[in-house]
């Protein structure tokens, strides 16, 4: 039973292609994110969506576009692929008026070539 | 805005060896702190957090003391095992307005245990 799972954990494509990444969450939060992780280990937030509702929206290209279907799904669709769009894309998920704890994901490896 | 900064790695050290991880802050307000751990090929998880001011967050012998005169918290344990071989993360999340929805992490640091 995992708590927060995302689909391909890989994906391999070539420039100018679309894809999808899916995320979904079993806790019963409000709240679910995506971030990117570069070659680096570096860590930025792209968006999050509060109960369905977009709320931090980061600099972001606009080939990047969420979607919050319910509270419990946060899916990422990429329009016209890049090479520096290569990196490992995380969600994650958490409670407004809790301690504020991520709950993440595995991880969603996207290789663009 | 708020940031965080942490020690770069890589940091290598021998098995029962004791380890510090260096973490600073900035924040306005009194922020929650965090330290994540990501083992290879997976995600992140959380290892220990403290939500006010001389809080101590501990977690599988790991420990880190949120002290909000010098804006650090800094992660350490006295023995590290090879298992504990891993990227951890330094993270605030703010407590006013829209911040309170997001983590703001440091750029992590890459820690090797050998035998």
């Known amino acids: 039973d995992t708590a927060v799972s995302q689909t391909p954990k890989y994906l391999v494509t070539q420039m100018g292609n679309d894809k999808s990444i899916k995320c979904e969450q079993n806790?019963?939060?409000?709240?679910m994110y995506w971030y990117k992780q570069d070659s680096k280990k570096f860590l930025k937030i792209m968006f999050s969506y509060n109960n369905k509702e977009l709320i931090i929206n980061e600099t972001v290209p606009n080939r990047f576009s969420p979607k919050s279907p319910d509270k419990a799904h946060l899916n990422l669709h990429i329009n016209s692929l890049e090479l520096g769009d290569s990196a490992v894309y995380f969600c994650?998920?958490?409670?407004?008026?809790?301690?504020?704890?991520?709950?993440f994901g595995e991880g969603s490896r996207l290789t663009v070539l | 805005g708020n940031s965080v900064t942490q020690m770069e790695g890589p940091v290598t050290l021998s098995e029962e060896a004791f380890l510090t991880i260096n973490c600073t802050y900035t924040?306005?307000?009194?922020?929650?702190l965090f330290w994540y751990v990501q083992y290879p090929g997976e995600g992140l998880q959380l290892l220990l957090k403290a939500t006010k001011a001389d809080d101590k967050g501990s977690n599988k012998g790991f420990e880190a003391t949120y002290r909000k005169e010098t804006t650090s918290f800094h992660l350490e344990k006295g023995s590290v095992q090879v298992s504990d071989s891993a990227v951890y993360f330094c993270a605030l999340r703010g407590n006013s307005g829209g911040s309170n929805y997001k983590l703001t992490f440091g750029k992590g640091t890459l820690l090797t245990v050998n035998p």
């Open positions: 924040a306005t307000g009194y922020p929650s």
């Open positions: 806790l019963g939060h409000d709240t």
């Open positions: 994650a998920s958490s409670q407004p008026g809790s301690t504020g704890e991520l709950f």
